[in-house]
């Protein structure tokens, strides 16, 4: 019994030292990133496009873009992730089949993300002839989030408990009533935070939208999901990289990567709040 207990102690330490090195390496990036790029934000900063080969004005195209390629790979993947799993959970036979599936669905999560931009490039750029566009990027970006919206999804339903699922044929609901009348309303906190995960890595892409929707440089808005946009992540490679003066654009570099912040914080903050909301409603 003490020697169970001594283990158990020494795992909750290992965890919590873990979580907290991973707080603190957090903590430092956040405050670096701050510390450089605050006096960087300004009003001129957030509403006006870059000017004087980007060593001045703003990074609104940005913004914009990247709020694009953001719900629009979530338009693309929600749906298709959820309709997934819920095929998987709910109706596919346990078997060989539904193995290679679910292998398959977590290799794809491990590929890396330059090679979902190569595979966005050849097929969606080149073969379907879309170019560089946002619809391009926001279709590759989704298919790169698909894995985890699968996943989180899966797990949701399988949280629910199979009792509910009973009481509801029971009662004679068809199988499709009582996954829509049931289990997905007692799931849908759970699968919302698969949206969230998905729509901050789509957010914070660089080598996907690289080859498919982001150009080094575009003063005008886009118009139509057949437009070439500038995003806040290859910004601000450009700025570290390619750009015509890197040292004089340093502070640009840091506002533009705490913009980025700032935006995939709101979101997740706002998913996180709704889905609290619905949590309690539930409960």
């Not at 001594?6 to 991973?22: G, R």
């Not at 150009?215 to 118009?223: A, C, D, K, W």
């Amino acid at each position: 019994m003490q020697r169970r207990k001594i283990v158990q102690k020494t795992m909750f330490l290992f965890f919590y030292t873990a979580a907290a090195i991973n707080a603190a390496a957090l903590s430092i990036i956040v405050f670096f990133v701050v510390k450089n790029g605050w006096h960087a934000i300004n009003w001129t900063f957030l509403t006006q496009p870059p000017m004087d080969s980007m060593t001045k004005g703003g990074i609104l195209p940005c913004i914009i873009g990247t709020l694009s390629l953001s719900f629009g790979a979530l338009l693309v993947a929600f749906p298709i992730g959820v309709a997934s799993a819920i095929y998987l959970n709910e109706y596919a036979r346990p078997g060989k089949i539904l193995r290679l599936i679910q292998l398959g669905i977590n290799n794809l999560a491990g590929v890396p993300s330059v090679v979902f931009g190569l595979f966005g490039l050849a097929f969606f750029v080149i073969f379907l002839d879309m170019g560089v566009s946002i619809l391009a990027g926001a279709l590759t970006l989704g298919i790169m989030t698909l894995p985890v919206i699968i996943g989180s999804t899966e797990e949701a339903l399988k949280a629910v408990p199979d009792t509910y699922r009973e009481a509801s044929l029971a009662l004679g609901a068809t199988k499709m009533q009582t996954i829509f009348k049931v289990v997905l309303p007692a799931a849908l906190p759970g699968i919302l935070t698969g949206g969230i995960l998905g729509i901050s890595r789509a957010a914070g892409e660089t080598a996907p939208i690289m080859f498919t929707a982001a150009v080094f440089f575009s003063p005008n808005m886009p118009s139509s999901i057949f437009d070439e946009v500038m995003a806040l992540p290859y910004h601000i490679y450009v700025l570290a990289t390619a750009g015509t003066e890197i040292e004089a654009t340093r502070h640009l570099q840091y506002g533009t990567a705490l913009v980025l912040i700032a935006m995939v914080l709101g979101m997740n903050l706002a998913a996180i709040i709704y889905r609290s909301k619905l949590r309690r409603k539930l409960i």
